[in-house]
């Protein structure tokens, strides 16, 4: 991975100890510091981390630093529940302090900010070899599957029988485009050899109708998992490692009482090695139903988007080899959004949790 450019590096650094060393008997954790900026607009903890990043940190906007002269300007910001006073409640004392704060914050947020302007980023989906890339879909259970899917059929199409077909249609051309030289098959687990699984490997779909998703995530070691639960009349949760370990659940949100409008999905994106050939890559996309899986595909391959969700990946996990996105799919009109890795809310987790800690 590269280093962290200086001016950049010393800004999180600041941050960091203003946070944990200002009122150290205060126990300031990033969550309860979002919190608190949360009360004038929202703020995820996973930002602040991503703030005080000692690899690949990012810059606050201005009005968040701001935000952090006005709050670390007083005491009284941590006399009970953290809390950021409005700028008029300060003090004369306070209001310097708040000045000299201010200065020193922007000062190093515009040297990073330039310094940011030149991280490079490259396109998830370019493979620097010539080996072959293998899809491999979830399976329409037989109750679900269309005359068509029938090898008996005349007109059978042996594409009726896969599932998350918007995923594999938009994500099969998009790899084609980037990689022309490169062979390209899409299969449903029961079609899987084991020449599939040692190459570039791309499992699309949830554990229940894609066993081998499940079975190579496992292998990979990745923190987050996919349980059913009885809550859900359709598809399944994803669970990762929560405090004392008891697990954190992700759950759809619904438009409607009785769970029938999907408004807003959860998808996963997850690259590792291949835990079967280690020189070439494992991407998962998944979702708790359809929308999730097809959000987390469209983050990487919408004209509009990709590359402001490239270079939030390359901030965040630099050149790691190994990264998981869970995030926020919005449902609108029955149609899934693409997510912006870059807006509050739309990242609900990302693994390995110390790149940005």
């Known amino acids: 991975m590269h280093?962290?450019?200086?001016?950049?590096?010393?800004?999180?650094?600041?941050?960091?100890?203003?946070?944990?060393?200002?009122?150290?008997?205060a126990r300031l954790t990033q969550e309860r510091l979002a919190a608190a900026f949360s009360a004038e607009e929202p703020l995820a903890s996973v930002t602040v981390s991503s703030w005080e990043s000692l690899s690949s940190p990012?810059?606050?906007?201005?009005?968040?630093?701001l935000a952090y002269a006005r709050f670390?300007?007083?005491?009284?910001?941590?006399?009970?529940?953290?809390?950021?006073?409005?700028?008029?409640?300060?003090?004369?004392?306070?209001?310097?302090?708040?000045?000299?704060?201010?200065?020193?914050?922007?000062r190093l947020r515009d040297l990073a900010s330039g310094e940011e302007e030149e991280v490079a980023f490259h396109s998830s989906w370019h493979f620097n070899d010539?080996?072959?890339?293998t899809f491999v879909c979830a399976e329409l259970p037989?109750?679900?599957?269309?005359?068509?899917?029938?090898p008996s059929n005349p007109n059978f199409t042996e594409l009726q029988a896969f599932a998350d077909l918007d995923s594999l249609m938009e994500l099969h051309g998009h790899i084609r485009a980037e990689n022309p030289l490169i062979t390209v098959h899409f299969r449903i687990p029961s079609e899987v050899v084991t020449d599939d699984l040692t190459g570039h490997l791309v499992l699309i779909g949830g554990v229940v109708w894609n066993e081998i998703t499940q079975r190579v995530s496992q292998l990979a070691g990745l923190p987050?998992?996919?349980?059913?639960?009885?809550?859900?009349?359709?598809g399944d949760p994803f669970v990762v490692p929560g405090v004392d370990d008891k697990d954190r659940e992700f759950l759809p949100k619904w438009a409607d009482h009785e769970g029938g409008i999907l408004a807003e999905d959860v998808g996963l994106l997850a690259r590792v090695p291949?835990?079967?050939?280690?020189?070439?890559?494992l991407t998962i996309c998944n979702g708790i139903h359809s929308r999730g899986v097809y959000g987390a595909v469209r983050s990487l391959t919408d004209a509009q988007l990709r590359d402001a969700n490239e270079r939030y990946i390359s901030m965040h996990f630099g050149n790691s080899e190994s990264f998981a996105?869970?995030?926020?799919?919005?449902?609108?009109?029955?149609?899934?959004?693409?997510?912006?890795?870059?807006?509050?809310?739309?990242?609900?987790?990302?693994?390995?949790?110390?790149?940005v800690a």
Request: glycine share 4%; net charge positive; aromatic share 4%.
């Open 130 to 133: 010539t080996g072959r890339v």
């Open 325 to 355: 996105i869970l995030m926020s799919v919005q449902v609108i009109k029955n149609r899934a959004m693409t997510p912006a890795f870059g807006s509050e809310g739309v990242v609900l987790y990302h693994w390995p949790r110390d790149m």
């Open 274 to 281: 291949n835990p079967l050939n280690p020189s070439r890559t």
């Open 224 to 234: 987050v998992r996919q349980v059913v639960d009885p809550k859900l009349r359709s």
């Open 3 to 25: 280093p962290a450019p200086p001016a950049a590096l010393q800004l999180a650094r600041r941050l960091r100890r203003l946070r944990q060393q200002q009122w150290p008997d």
């Open 72 to 106: 670390f300007a007083t005491p009284r910001s941590v006399e009970a529940e953290p809390k950021l006073l409005p700028l008029e409640e300060l003090t004369p004392d306070e209001q310097a302090a708040y000045r000299k704060l201010e200065t020193e914050l922007l």
């Open 58 to 65: 990012k810059s606050p906007p201005r009005h968040r630093i």
């Open 142 to 150: 037989d109750d679900q599957k269309g005359p068509l899917a029938r």
